[in-house]
């Protein structure tokens, strides 16, 4: 058996094509587009990538992006201060904060400071409170756990009443992942450094989440045969054979895995794109709203 490639370029170009002419149409009436502003504080190689990558799609689509890249030794004041002049500026529509963010930094504090109607990561402390109340609905959901929901349907399996393993309890992916799929009607497992006898879960599992942060941490043996693989991490390796020296792989185990599950992303070109895509609709919604569209 050979799974199904879950490719999530093709899925995000799909999704940011359709909707160019919303895009433009919101462009000609304001006359100015919708505006999407990055912070990143530090170094970590994975988000630098992910910023580069949200700033070529955004202008693929007709928006703006703006970007402050800020060293690792920034004063969260100087962040904070950073948060509140892209809420101030009216033509940056929304808002991301790039985590993780170094150690001394309040990730918190600083979330909080984004306007609520400009949290189109769906990070601040009041849409993750509205995402995990049952009959609340969040303004915004997070980006990439609403790519890995959207690449789950790409697969056609029916997610109520399924068995669904979350690797990594995250505030960015793991612990919003886990309330979405609840309120999908999966039964949801998550599993950390201290759960026991994580291959015997993982094993039950109809749809697997993997995002802890450990390359190819999950084997090709844990896989339920069938079972829907979303493979969320993104980790650097040493690879001697690339003309760069290293290489991306998630947290699972792809060439054993492919062999057993029925549905499986790539690494790179599976969950990123789809978390771009994630926040270009969200900004356009951002935009809209702001300017009293929708």
Not at 202 to 212: G, S, Y
Not at 231 to 251: A, C, E, L
Request: aromatic share 4%; proline share 5%; with cysteine.
């Amino acid at each position: 058996m050979t799974a199904q490639i879950i490719d999530g370029k093709k899925v995000a170009k799909r999704i940011q094509d359709g909707i160019k002419g919303d895009v433009a149409a919101f462009t000609e009436k304001q006359g100015y587009p919708p505006g999407l502003g990055v912070i990143l504080v530090g170094d970590d190689p994975a988000s630098a990538m992910y910023v580069r990558m949200k700033q070529r799609r955004c202008e693929s689509v007709g928006m703006a992006s703006f970007s402050n890249i800020m060293p690792s030794s920034t004063a969260q004041d100087e962040v904070l201060a950073a948060v509140r002049a892209y809420n101030d500026d009216p033509h940056i529509h929304g808002i991301l904060v790039q985590l993780p963010m170094p150690d001394h930094i309040d990730e918190e504090t600083v979330l909080k400071e984004v306007n609520l109607d400009k949290d189109v990561d769906g990070f601040h402390p009041l849409n993750i409170g509205a995402l995990a109340m049952k009959g609340r609905t969040p303004t915004f959901t997070p980006a990439t756990p609403t790519g890995c929901m959207t690449l789950i349907a790409e697969t056609g399996i029916e997610i109520s009443g399924k068995s669904a393993v979350v690797l990594g309890r995250s505030n960015i992916v793991g612990m919003p992942m886990s309330l979405m799929l609840t309120h999908a009607n999966a039964t949801v497992t998550v599993c950390h450094s201290r759960t026991q006898n994580i291959a015997e879960i993982v094993k039950n599992a109809d749809i697997l989440i993997a995002a802890i942060g450990k390359p190819e941490f999950v084997k090709g043996d844990w896989i339920k045969s069938g079972a829907v693989v979303i493979d969320v991490g993104t980790n650097k390796i040493d690879d001697p054979t690339n003309d760069k020296g290293y290489k991306w792989v998630g947290d699972v185990d792809f060439e054993a895995a492919k062999e057993v599950a029925g549905a499986i992303t790539i690494v790179p070109g599976g969950v990123g794109p789809l978390t771009i895509a994630s926040l270009i609709q969200n900004t356009l919604k951002a935009a809209k709203r702001i300017v009293g569209e929708n």
